[in-house]
C-alpha cells in the first residue's frame, strides 16, 4: 500500500512519516519546504491554495493522511484572517480531496481538531456526538473543511475519516505547549495551586497509533473521531508534570481565580484565562471501542518526556 502524508516535515506529520516506513509501508509525502538530507520521498509543493497540483505526488496512492494547514500562528500578519484559514485548511483541502478521488485513492484521512467542539466544557465531554461550536477562525476553517468532505464525498468510492485530536503533547510541540514548557523553566511561581478543572490532552504517539489504527482497520472509513488520552490533568498536575521532567521545583501559588480573570480580560486575554482555569474534557471511547485500539502510552509520561527533551535545549 502506497500512503500519502502532506505536512510530513510537521510535528505530526514527520513522526506518522517515521512510523509508517518502519511498518515498511511504501510512502511519500509533501511539504512546503525540504531541509537539506530529507528523504528523496518528500515532494516540494509549495504554500498550498485551491490551485496546488497534487498529481505528482498522488500518484499510485491508496491512502492520504491530510495533516498539513494553518494554524499556530503567534502574530498573524493576515489581514483577513479568517479568509487565509479557509484558503488553506477548507479550499486546499478540497482541492486535495478531489484531486485523490480523480487519481484513485480510496481513504482520506483528515487531521481536524478537538476546537471544532468548542474551547471549554461544563461538565459534560465532548464527543463525536457533540454539537460544533468553533470558537477561533482556525476551527472554524477545520468544521468548514471536515462539513464540505462529508457533503461532497457522501457518496464517492473514496472513503472520508476525520480524527479531532486534542492539544497534542510530544517532543518539539509548538503552540500551547512550548509557550506553557517556556512559562515553567522560567522557574516564576505560578497561579494554579488548587485549580479543580481537566485539560483534555493526547500524546503525540497515541496519535500516529491511532493514524495507524484508521489506516489498517476498514471500522474506520466514513467515522468521525474525536481523540484524547484518557487522564485529563488539571492544569496544576500540567506543570508539575513538565518540572519533574525538567528536574526543576514546581514553583505553584494560590491566587484567586476571580482576580486573575479580571486581570486578563483587561488585557485582552480572556482565551487564555479560560485556558489555563477552565475544563475541556473528551469522551474518546469510541476509538478504543469501533476499533479495537488502545492508546500505547499516557499523559503523564509524555509530558514529563516532553519537558526533558525541551530542558535539554531542544527548543
Known amino acids: 500500500m502506497k500512503i500519502l502524508i502532506t505536512g510530513a516535515t510537521g510535528f505530526v506529520g514527520s513522526g506518522l512519516f517515521r512510523r509508517l516506513e518502519e511498518r515498511e509501508y511504501e510512502v511519500v509525502g509533501t511539504s512546503r519546504r525540504i531541509p537539506d538530507g530529507i528523504s528523496s520521498s518528500l515532494i ?7 490551485k496546488t497540483d497534487w498529481s505528482a505526488a498522488l500518484e499510485g496512492c491508496n491512502t492520504i493522511v491530510h495533516t498539513a494547514g494553518r ?10 484572517k479568517l479568509a487565509e484559514f479557509r484558503r488553506i485548511n477548507c479550499a486546499a483541502t478540497l482541492k486535495l480531496a478531489h484531486d485523490a478521488e480523480a487519481a484513485g485513492v480510496k481513504h482520506f484521512i483528515f487531521i481536524s481538531s478537538i476546537g471544532v467542539n468548542g474551547n471549554k466544557t461544563e461538565g459534560i465531554p465532548f464527543n463525536e456526538l457533540s454539537l460544533p461550536q468553533p470558537t477561533s477562525d ?8 471536515e462539513q464540505a468532505l462529508q457533503a461532497q464525498f457522501a457518496n464517492s468510492s ?9 492539544l497534542i503533547c510530544g517532543e518539539n510541540a509548538p503552540g500551547n505547549i512550548r509557550r506553557l514548557l517556556k512559562i515553567v523553566s522560567s522557574g516564576l511561581p505560578l497561579p494554579f495551586k488548587g485549580v479543580n478543572n481537566k485539560r483534555g490532552m493526547v500524546s503525540l504517539d497515541n496519535v500516529i497509533s491511532f493514524i495507524v489504527a484508521c489506516i489498517e ?20 498536575e500540567i506543570v508539575r508534570s513538565f518540572s519533574r521532567g525538567m528536574n526543576k521545583p514546581s514553583r505553584i501559588i494560590w491566587f484567586p481565580s476571580s482576580i486573575l480573570s479580571l486581570l486578563l480580560v483587561a488585557v485582552g486575554k480572556k482565551n487564555l484565562h479560560e ?7 473528551i469522551d474518546a471511547s469510541k476509538s478504543v471501542r469501533l476499533l479495537n485500539w488502545q492508546p500505547p502510552v499516557t499523559i503523564y509520561e509524555t509530558m514529563e518526556k516532553t519537558a526533558e527533551f525541551y530542558s535539554k535545549g531542544n527548543k
Open 44 to 50: 516540494n509543493v509549495g504554500d498550498i491554495s485551491e
Open 71 to 80: 494554524a499556530h500562528i503567534l502574530d498573524d500578519s493576515a489581514e483577513d
Open 138 to 145: 482556525y476551527a472554524i476553517s477545520k468544521l468548514e473543511a
Open 158 to 166: 473514496m472513503a472520508i475519516t476525520i480524527i479531532r485530536p486534542a
Open 217 to 236: 482497520n476498514e471500522s474506520s472509513k466514513n467515522e468521525l473521531f474525536v481523540l484524547a488520552d484518557k487522564d485529563s490533568p488539571t492544569t496544576e
Open 275 to 281: 485556558q489555563l482555569f477552565g475544563s475541556l474534557e
